[in-house]
């Protein structure tokens, strides 16, 4: 969980500690160019595109290899900044091997107290981190957002940095402005850990960086495969190996590429034994599609895979629909292949085109009869990489359905690697034209998976996928923008991309378009707000309150981000005391009536957020965060009375807590928070609202339901409890 002391949250628009009521703070950013007529757009299938993903990534328990020294940085987990438990760093340290370089960066480190590691793999860049500066003897070691500039982190170490803690900055990206500027920001920064006696380690995979940085730079290296091995099957109890067995192990460690790969390879060896090991090692996964791309595939076949490289696990009907689309992109050649003049006039032709008689009169000739193509048969059995599998259907009592899929999990990921290193831009260019039309289905199962292959895509060809796709979507139609929020998300599975996919989208949320800030909203909402809270929450708040324009979606996200943080259980707290520092910042001059309204707007969208609740229908996720930790009650009484307050939100935050009360009536009030909830709103509700909330309150009980009535009695009792006391200091 984020630490709320540890953080510095920027102002989102220049990096700095956000202050409260500060003048400037709600004026419009240079270079806006928004429209007046924005158009409506239809968000219904996003929240179910959400809860697919989030299934996918979080739906089951991956047994990681944390505990073995090294943390994965392919695969990570929510959230990505904040205070690392000790426990975490332990684990990950526990097996840890020193590579050739530690002594020399550590001498480094322990001078200047800035570091950056640098390497173009996962070779345990992120692990070394936490040895380097658990070597140095800090406290504690916190994570600080990737998005940070020098200049940030200098703001940051001044504004909140401890003495004797360390922090990381995982795949952060080194400043790329003058080499002036970056070397002042550097001398600065450093000085500014020194005098505290603190220490800075920066992760990157970025080769291209000032000057002034390489002297603060180790290319960071991965120890010997031999040697990871040994230490983690020493650590696992394993038995010993024949002398054969022995050998082949040896032969293919090598192979391994990164001590997660390793340490995944000592589990197996240990749990399933040596043939099993290694025939689950990711190499011979690479050999076997390497082989079959070595074959020269026939343009159907090419065709075959690449579409099921973005539109994996969907029902085979779909499947053939999209292939089908991707196969109209390359009609010539496929005309070519029949020998068709038209071909070699350049002049695709359809299959469907009807060939005309002698006589010319456009009427279709007969076809010989003969055997017809068993065509789902070869699309669907490709050699072994391809096959299909049942699955259960969309609907609950629904039939089940045979859906297209890689034979093994780890092809999707190697077939995109070859497909981008075999084939140039003339194929690429005709695969980015398909998806742009395929994302425009309303099947959201489809465009998840589409998305998912863009992210996959992305680790391989990053600069091609932003230019071509994440650029123009992130302006251009409601389905081509949600389908990237769905990759952004995705991305969130490696760390070096999740980095990138935050840059991407803190860049998009300044920006002067609209909808490309609207889109930045939907993306900090989900799976990258889960990752990044703090960054996710302070700009969520300058586009709904801060920004001079239409901010239905920021609001909306605000409460989805609130929702998605109850469910993770990680950050929900620290988002509601977050809201009520910016509304007490509204008691100073400087923020305008306007941006008061819609800071309340904030507030009753992540009150009225809700979640899946089974039989009970849909709950506030405010009861549940308050379950969580009834101590939370006083800042929800805090929100709750604001806009209790405001006349044009009182009639829905009445409402809101109206239905509150018969949740808590419908679940249970164990804990008592009906009663802390009425003392917090009777305590921050000025008392000339007290009546009239208690008139409203009773108004709201028609059901006439006692448990409810109940309830509503204590809570009422509560709020009068608090405006004697209030008349008693008078």
């Keep these: 969980m984020a630490d709320e002391a540890m953080q510095a949250p920027p102002h989102p ?139 940030d982190l200098r703001r940051f170490v001044a504004a909140k940095a401890e003495p004797n803690h360390g922090y990381l900055v995982q795949d952060g990206m080194p400043d790329q402005g003058a080499a002036e500027v970056a070397h002042f920001e550097a001398a600065e920064l450093c000085r500014e850990f020194a005098e505290r006696g603190s220490f800075l380690v920066i992760t990157t995979t970025y080769s291209t960086q000032p000057h002034a940085l390489e002297s603060l730079t180790s290319i960071w290296s991965m120890p010997p495969v031999r040697l990871l091995l ?68 026939t343009l159907r076949d090419l065709l075959t895979v690449t579409t099921l490289a973005f539109a994996h696990g969907i029902p085979v009907r779909m499947f053939e629909t999209a292939l089908a689309q991707l196969e109209e992109h390359f009609a010539a050649e496929f005309a070519a292949e029949r020998g068709d003049p ?46 299909t599998v049942s699955r259960p259907g969309r609907t609950i009592d629904g039939p089940y359905e045979k859906v297209v899929v890689f034979a093994i999990d780890g092809y999707r990921g190697l077939v995109l690697e070859e497909l981008v290193g075999l084939y140039d831009q003339s194929f690429w260019g005709r695969v980015f034209e398909w998806l742009r039309d395929l994302v425009r289905v309303l099947d959201i199962q489809l465009r998840a998976e589409v998305a998912r292959g863009l992210a996959e895509l992305y680790r391989h060809s990053g600069a091609d996928v932003e230019n071509e796709l994440f650029v123009p979507w992130s302006t251009n139609s409601p389905t081509q923008r949600i389908t990237l929020v769905f990759t952004l998300w995705w991305m969130c599975q490696d760390a070096t991309s999740s980095a990138r996919a935050l840059r991407l989208v803190l860049g998009w949320a300044e920006a002067g378009n609209q909808r490309r800030r609207a889109t930045a909203a939907l993306a900090l909402a989900g799976e990258l707000g889960l990752r990044y809270p703090t960054d996710a929450r302070d700009w969520l708040w300058h586009l709904a309150v801060e920004r001079e324009t239409n901010n239905e979606i920021a609001v909306t996200a605000c409460g989805d981000l609130f929702v998605n943080l109850v469910e993770s259980r990680s950050g929900a707290g620290n988002l509601l005391n977050f809201v009520a520092r910016q509304l007490d910042g509204f008691q100073t001059p400087g923020h305008s009536r306007l941006a008061l309204r819609r800071a309340c707007d904030v507030v009753l969208s992540v009150l009225s957020a809700g979640r899946v609740a089974g039989v009970t229908g849909v709950e506030p996720a405010i009861l549940v965060c308050l379950r969580q930790n009834p101590k939370r009650c006083g800042v929800a009484g805090r929100l709750w009375a604001e806009v209790l307050i405001s006349r044009p939100h009182r009639h829905e935050a009445i409402k809101q807590l109206a239905q509150a009360l018969r949740n808590l009536a419908d679940h249970g009030d164990p804990d008592g928070l009906t009663r802390s909830l009425g003392d917090a709103i009777g305590a921050w509700l000025p008392a000339e609202y007290h009546s009239e909330l208690i008139r409203d309150l009773t108004a709201q009980d028609s059901g006439r339901r006692a448990d409810v009535t109940n309830l509503l009695d204590i809570l009422i009792n509560a709020v009068r409890r608090a405006t004697k006391q209030r008349r008693s200091l008078l």
């Design 13 to 151: 628009k220049t990096g700095r500690p956000y202050e409260p009521g500060a003048a400037g703070q709600g004026e419009r950013p240079r270079g806006s160019d928004d429209g007046p007529n924005e158009p409506d757009e239809d968000y219904t299938g996003w929240r179910n595109g959400q809860k697919y993903i989030f299934n996918v990534i979080h739906g089951g328990v991956h047994a990681g290899s944390a505990s073995f020294g090294f943390a994965d940085e392919t695969r990570t987990s929510w959230p990505k900044i904040g205070l690392i438990p000790e426990q975490q760093v332990s684990e990950a340290l526990r097996c840890y091997l020193r590579p050739a370089e530690f002594a020399e960066a550590l001498d480094e480190l322990l001078s200047s107290h800035v570091l950056i590691l640098r390497s173009e793999g996962p070779v345990g860049k992120h692990t070394g981190a936490l040895a380097l500066l658990d070597a140095c003897g800090v406290k504690k070691i916190t994570r600080v957002s990737p998005a940070y500039s020098l200049a």
């Design 230 to 297: 040994e230490r983690y099957l020493r650590y696992l109890g394993g038995p010993a190996l024949s002398e054969e067995d022995s050998r082949r192990v040896a032969e293919r460690a090598g192979n391994c590429r990164s001590p997660g790969q390793v340490a995944r390879f000592a589990t197996a060896l240990v749990g399933k034994g040596v043939d099993a090991a290694l025939a689950a090692l990711d190499s011979d996964h690479r050999t076997a599609v390497h082989e079959w791309f070595e074959k020269v595939p």
């Design 342 to 387: 038209a071909a070699t006039a350049g002049q695709p032709m359809q299959a469907s085109q009807p060939t005309q008689t002698g006589s010319g009169t456009g009427v279709e000739e007969p076809r010989r009869a003969g055997p017809y193509q068993q065509i789902r048969k070869r699309h669907t059995h490709l050699d072994g990489l391809v096959t």
